[in-house]
C-alpha cells in the first residue's frame, strides 16, 4: 500500500516557502484553468464529442450573425488553375523533359500539364457563375445563394474569387489535414473556418445548400458528388438542382448511362442531376429551379 510521503520537521521560514512552491504548482496546473482554456484536456479522446459540438456550432453562429440564408456549393479540382499559372507549370515540366528527354515520368508530366492547361477554361468559369450567383442575392436582410467552397485552391479558389470580385460575401470550409492546407485568399475572413471532422464539415456543405455546381475534380470530387447524390437518392436532404459542369468531362470519367444499364440505379436517378456548359447556363438552371418550386 501506498503512503504519502511525510514532510520533515520545518522551521516557519520553510514552511512558507514551500507553501509559495505549491501555490505556484497549483496556479500552474491545468486543473486549475478553466475547463475551455485547457488544451490538454480538449485534445482527450474522452472529449471527441465536445470537439465535435464545437464544430457544429461555431459557424453556425456564424451564419446567422451574417443572416446567411441559403448557400450554393461549389466542388471542383484543386489542381484546375488559371490559365497563367497553368501555362508556367507546362513550361516548367517542358524544360525539365528537355533536360531529360528519355525519362517517361517527365513525359507524362508534360502531358498532364497540357491537360491541366486546357481545363483551365473551367476556373474561369467557376469565377464567372460566383459572380452572377453573388452580385443580386446579397443586398436584402437574408443572404441567398452565397458561395461555399471548401476553401482551398483551384475550382475552390475560383468560385470564393468571383464573389470577391463583385464584393460579396462567400464562405470557405477548410479542412485539417496532414500536409499543410492554407485557404485560399479570396473567402470573406468572418466566414472561413478550419474543420477537424469531415462528417461536420459535410454537414456544413449540405444544411443551408440551395443548389450543387460540380466542376471537374478528382477523388474529392467525386467523393462529394457521389455523397450529394445518395442523399437525394434516399430523400435525406432537401431538394436542389445538382449540376455537373461540363459534360465532356465528366461523361468520359462515369458512364451513368451504363450504371442505370446494368441495373444498379434506376432510369430515375440519372434526373437527380443536369448538366451545364456555361455559367449562365448553370446559374439559370438553378434559377428555374427555386421560381418553380412551392412557397412555404
Same mark, same amino acid.
Given at each position: 500500500m501506498k503512503t504519502c510521503s511525510i514532510l520533515p520537521d520545518t522551521t516557519l521560514g520553510d514552511d512558507v516557502a514551500l507553501a509559495a512552491e505549491n501555490m505556484e504548482a497549483i496556479l500552474a496546473s491545468p486543473s486549475y484553468s478553466l475547463a475551455q482554456h485547457d488544451r490538454l484536456l480538449m485534445d482527450r479522446p474522452e472529449t471527441r464529442g465536445v470537439r465535435?459540438?464545437?464544430?457544429?456550432?461555431?459557424?453556425?453562429?456564424?451564419f446567422q450573425e451574417h443572416r446567411i440564408?441559403?448557400? &450554393? =456549393? !461549389?466542388? $471542383? %479540382?484543386?489542381?484546375?488553375?488559371?490559365?497563367? @499559372?497553368?501555362?508556367?507549370?507546362?513550361?516548367?515540366?517542358?524544360?525539365?523533359?528537355?533536360?531529360?528527354?528519355?525519362s517517361p515520368r517527365l513525359k507524362r508530366d508534360v502531358e498532364r500539364a497540357e491537360k491541366l492547361l486546357s481545363r483551365s477554361r473551367y476556373y474561369d468559369a467557376a469565377r464567372e457563375f460566383a459572380r452572377l450567383v453573388s452580385i443580386d442575392n446579397q443586398c436584402d436582410?437574408?443572404?441567398?445563394? &452565397? =458561395? !461555399?467552397? $471548401? %476553401?482551398?485552391?483551384?475550382?475552390?479558389?475560383? @468560385?470564393?474569387?468571383?464573389a470577391f470580385d463583385v464584393g460579396c460575401q462567400s464562405i470557405g470550409l477548410n479542412i485539417k489535414l496532414p500536409a499543410e492546407q492554407q485557404p485560399n485568399p479570396f473567402i470573406t475572413p468572418d466566414?472561413?473556418?478550419?474543420?477537424?471532422?469531415?462528417?461536420?464539415?459535410?454537414?456544413?456543405?449540405?444544411?443551408?445548400?440551395?443548389?450543387?455546381?460540380?466542376?471537374?475534380?478528382?477523388?474529392?470530387?467525386?467523393?462529394?458528388?457521389?455523397?450529394t447524390l445518395t442523399l437525394r437518392q434516399t430523400h435525406r436532404m432537401q431538394p436542389v438542382p445538382i449540376i455537373l459542369f461540363g459534360r465532356e468531362y465528366w461523361s468520359k470519367i462515369i458512364d451513368f448511362r451504363q450504371m442505370a444499364?446494368?441495373?444498379?440505379?434506376?432510369?430515375?436517378?440519372?434526373?437527380?442531376?443536369?448538366?451545364?456548359?456555361?455559367p449562365e447556363e448553370a446559374w439559370?438552371?438553378?434559377?428555374?429551379?427555386h421560381n418553380a418550386k412551392p412557397k412555404g
Open positions: 465535435m459540438l464545437l464544430e457544429l456550432h461555431k459557424p453556425e453562429l456564424a440564408h441559403s448557400t &450554393v =456549393i !461549389v466542388f $471542383g %479540382g484543386t489542381q484546375i488553375v488559371e490559365r497563367g @499559372a497553368a501555362q508556367r507549370r507546362l513550361t516548367e515540366a517542358r524544360r525539365a523533359a528537355q533536360g531529360n528527354p528519355d436582410d437574408a443572404r441567398d445563394f &452565397v =458561395i !461555399v467552397t $471548401g %476553401g482551398g485552391p483551384g475550382i475552390m479558389e475560383a @468560385a470564393n474569387r468571383g466566414l472561413c473556418f478550419q474543420f477537424k471532422y469531415f462528417a461536420l464539415r459535410k454537414f456544413h456543405f449540405i444544411l443551408r445548400a440551395a443548389a450543387v455546381v460540380l466542376f471537374p475534380g478528382g477523388f474529392g470530387t467525386l467523393d462529394e458528388m457521389f455523397e444499364e446494368e441495373g444498379v440505379i434506376s432510369d430515375d436517378h440519372l434526373d437527380l442531376f443536369s448538366w451545364a456548359e456555361t439559370q438552371q438553378i434559377v428555374d429551379f
